[in-house]
């Protein structure tokens, strides 16, 4: 059996009403589902290593208390750019985010970004938490996952002022521009179930133009569900559609887009 890795989910709220409000409450609606069997459930269809990543101050504690006893589990603790005027200026709140950084099964810190497609938070206070996560990831020597919506513009202004940080964007769909970018920098490019469903064009060209050393599978379970589950909540398992997708958009064999992806998600946030 092939070996994938699930590099960004929102499991930790599976069962669970502590989590971020909105995946708590689409959590909700299967209240069957517990975090500790998606994992398992990702187990038996390959899915071996997950990353559960926070999106605020207690989501990021769940996820971290989450992790401390599944093997296949590691956290990632961010500050959601949505979430960004909640902690602004709050040195209290940020103190007690910063100390989640040194758990030993913390290897990432995000997801953190800029959205400007929806703004629910002002730019400014989103700049301002962006900032704070890229000192942490630096000062603990630790990859980042970004959230980047509508906001290239000033992100890579901001990032060439923090030079070294290793990281991912997530959820891919922007421009070939701005992947090429990011592979320059050396980072991955984080792929899931919106390739599935996409109609556009120019995304598929990216996304069949994505170098393999540079390609990230995600699941972001519950959201993003792939066809043919649309309409399902989506779990951790489903890497194995958004795989076998990609392999066939990109004229790749399986084994060989699963092995390099998991190789990638070692490398990026030193799991084994």
């Given at each position: 059996m092939i070996e994938?890795?699930?590099?960004?989910?929102?499991i930790?709220?599976?069962?669970?009403?502590?989590?971020?409000?909105?995946?708590?409450?689409?959590?909700?609606?299967?209240?069957?589902?517990?975090?500790?069997?998606?994992?398992?459930?990702?187990?038996?269809?390959?899915?071996?290593?997950?990353?559960?990543?926070?999106?605020?101050?207690?989501?990021?504690?769940?996820?971290?208390?989450?992790?401390?006893?599944?093997?296949?589990?590691?956290?990632?603790?961010?500050?959601?750019?949505?979430?960004?005027?909640?902690?602004?200026?709050?040195?209290?709140?940020?103190?007690?985010?910063?100390?989640?950084?040194?758990?030993?099964?913390?290897?990432?810190?995000?997801?953190?970004?800029?959205?400007?497609?929806?703004?629910?938070?002002?730019?400014?206070?989103?700049?301002?938490?962006?900032?704070?996560?890229?000192?942490?990831?630096?000062?603990?020597?630790?990859?980042?996952?970004?959230?980047?919506?509508?906001?290239?513009?000033?992100f890579w202004p901001i990032l060439e002022a923090h030079d070294g940080i290793r990281g991912v964007l997530h959820s891919f769909t922007d421009t070939a521009e701005n992947m090429n970018k990011a592979v320059e920098k050396g980072w991955y490019i984080g792929v899931n179930g919106i390739a599935t469903f996409s109609k556009s064009a120019a995304q598929m060209a990216v996304y069949k133009a994505i170098p393999l050393q540079n390609l990230l599978l995600e699941t972001d379970a519950p959201f993003l569900t792939p066809t043919p589950y649309r309409g399902t909540i989506n779990e951790p398992k489903r890497i194995r559609v958004v795989s076998e997708f990609l392999a066939e958009l990109r004229g790749e064999d399986l084994e060989q887009l699963a092995a390099a992806t998991t190789q990638n998600a070692q490398a990026l946030f030193g799991i084994k």
């Open positions: 994938l890795v699930d590099t960004h989910c929102h930790q709220s599976a069962g669970n009403p502590n989590g971020e409000r909105h995946t708590a409450e689409l959590w909700a609606k299967t209240p069957d589902l517990q975090a500790k069997d998606l994992v398992a459930s990702a187990a038996e269809a390959g899915v071996t290593r997950l990353i559960c990543v926070g999106c605020d101050l207690g989501d990021s504690k769940l996820a971290v208390g989450f992790v401390q006893d599944q093997p296949g589990a590691w956290a990632s603790i961010g500050i959601h750019p949505h979430e960004a005027a909640v902690y602004a200026g709050k040195q209290e709140l940020l103190d007690e985010f910063a100390e989640l950084a040194t758990n030993k099964k913390v290897v990432a810190i995000g997801e953190c970004g800029l959205d400007f497609y929806y703004n629910h938070s002002p730019q400014a206070e989103q700049v301002e938490l962006l900032k704070f996560q890229l000192d942490l990831a630096k000062k603990h020597d630790l990859p980042a996952i970004f959230h980047v919506r509508d906001a290239f513009e000033l």
